[in-house]
């Protein structure tokens, strides 16, 4: 299966599972947009990427936890 930015369900779930220990709230979006493309899964471009998309990832990895 192959993720995109706009997976963010599963993208959340891939977050959960790869950084167990943290506080998805305490995340800077640099670092989190850095984790999500980091993901084995991952394949989109980085271009596609806006503070939306962070924004809507976060909140399902909050959602998870």
């Known amino acids: ?3 995109k930015w ?5 993208i959340a779930i891939a977050l959960c599972d ?3 220990n943290i506080d998805p709230l305490t ?5 989190l947009r850095e984790w ?3 993901l084995p899964e991952f394949n ?7 503070e939306k998309v962070l924004e809507a990832i976060q ?3 909050i959602d998870e936890v």
């Not at 995340?27 to 670092?31: A, E, I, L, S």
């Open 1 to 3: 299966m192959s993720l």
């Open 6 to 10: 706009t997976d963010t369900l599963e």
């Open 18 to 20: 790869a950084h167990p």
């Open 27 to 31: 995340v800077r979006f640099t670092d």
């Open 36 to 38: 999500v493309m980091a």
């Open 44 to 50: 989109d471009d980085p271009a596609h990427c806006g």
């Open 59 to 61: 909140m399902a990895w």
